[in-house]
């Protein structure tokens, strides 16, 4: 039997790999038939022993073979006609898994042959905003916690999809939390946002509704591979402070008492360097505007989400429409 897993989600492949290893040594205390191996030209007569040598245990095989797809050609040509003459792919006595970490952009020969005859092929995709989303709550839960969904997007606004940083900053609070619910002053008070500061001048250009400098920075972005539902994010979360900032604003019109204007302030979740930042910008739009803005920004984000449109694009059309 063959398992093909791959993908450039590494946090996930691994912890499905993981699940799978856990499953078989818990069944098989012996741990002799069970084997890790970096293929090469040297160790491929090791690989093959370890496949046709007969277990003193009635015991199932399981061998994981790691990243062939960085081998040379000829050896992955071997790997695939070997498969085919032990006929693994029919044997139920062996596990063998191909485990690639990243994306496979050369789809060879192996990889048709792991595709197509494969008892269980999975590729670990990037998730989707959304399916962060789900995947911090799910986190939380299965920790034995609880969470806001404004702190959810607090965690993403700090650590976009990445999810190995989402998995040990969630255990940090929930440790820190004992059981209460995680709110957004307790993101801001133990973790360390994931973000480059210049993210800071997109955003502010976008703000401002300068689109020329925006779309000049964005693309700057773009070149240094930065993560583009990342920037989708920062991008909500900053016109989500706005209309509440702007909200707040209005409110206190015709109350012109700097006491209740702070204390709105600080009962807003904002963080004080956000309001700061923030404020002068809301100034700017009136009530009607942002709320006309923010409808705009839940469309694209809903043709993100259903994969309607890239990300890329989404914040390319929206900067564009302002």
């Known amino acids: 039997?063959?398992?093909?897993?791959?993908?450039?989600?590494?946090?996930?492949?691994?912890?499905?790999?993981?699940?799978?290893?856990?499953?078989?040594?818990?069944?098989?205390?012996?741990?002799?038939?069970?084997?890790?191996?970096?293929?090469?030209?040297?160790?491929?007569?090791?690989?093959?022993?370890?496949?046709?040598?007969?277990?003193?245990?009635?015991?199932?095989?399981?061998?994981?073979?790691?990243?062939?797809?960085?081998?040379?050609?000829?050896?992955?040509?071997?790997?695939?006609?070997?498969?085919?003459?032990?006929?693994?792919?029919?044997?139920?006595?062996?596990?063998?898994?191909?485990?690639?970490?990243?994306e496979i952009k050369d789809k060879n020969k192996l990889f048709r042959l792991l595709f197509q005859k494969s008892f269980k092929k999975q590729e670990f995709k990037e998730l989707s905003l959304n399916q962060v989303r789900l995947f911090i709550k799910k986190e939380v839960e299965k920790m034995g916690g609880e969470i806001y969904p404004l702190t959810i997007e607090k965690l993403l606004f700090y650590f976009g999809n990445n999810l190995w940083q989402l998995e040990n900053e969630i255990k940090k609070l929930i440790s820190f939390k004992k059981g209460k619910v995680i709110e957004?002053?307790?993101?801001?008070?133990?973790?360390?946002?994931?973000?480059?500061?210049?993210?800071?001048?997109?955003?502010?250009?976008?703000?401002?509704?300068n689109k020329k400098r925006a779309m000049k920075l964005i693309f700057e972005h773009f070149q240094a591979g930065e993560n583009e539902l990342k920037i989708w994010t920062m991008i909500i979360y900053q016109f989500r402070n706005l209309m509440k900032i702007r909200s707040i604003l209005e409110e206190n019109k015709k109350n012109k008492s700097f006491q209740k204007l702070r204390q709105q302030f600080q009962k807003s979740g904002i963080h004080p360097f956000a309001i700061k930042k923030t404020l002068p910008i809301a100034k700017k739009f009136s009530i009607e505007e942002l709320r006309k803005i923010y409808k705009e920004l839940f469309e694209f984000d809903l043709k993100i989400k259903t994969g309607k449109i890239e990300p890329r694009l989404g914040i390319e059309m929206f900067i564009m429409g302002l």
């Open 1 to 102: 039997m063959v398992l093909f897993l791959y993908g450039p989600d590494t946090f996930r492949s691994k912890r499905k790999l993981a699940e799978i290893i856990g499953k078989y040594r818990f069944k098989y205390k012996s741990g002799l038939n069970f084997a890790k191996i970096e293929l090469s030209e040297e160790n491929f007569h090791d690989f093959r022993e370890r496949i046709e040598t007969v277990s003193m245990f009635k015991e199932r095989k399981l061998i994981v073979l790691k990243n062939v797809f960085s081998l040379p050609k000829t050896l992955k040509e071997r790997i695939s006609e070997y498969l085919k003459k032990r006929r693994l792919f029919e044997d139920k006595n062996i596990i063998l898994i191909f485990f690639e970490e990243g």
């Open 184 to 209: 957004d002053r307790d993101v801001e008070n133990l973790c360390e946002a994931n973000i480059n500061l210049d993210i800071f001048k997109t955003i502010e250009a976008i703000s401002y509704k």
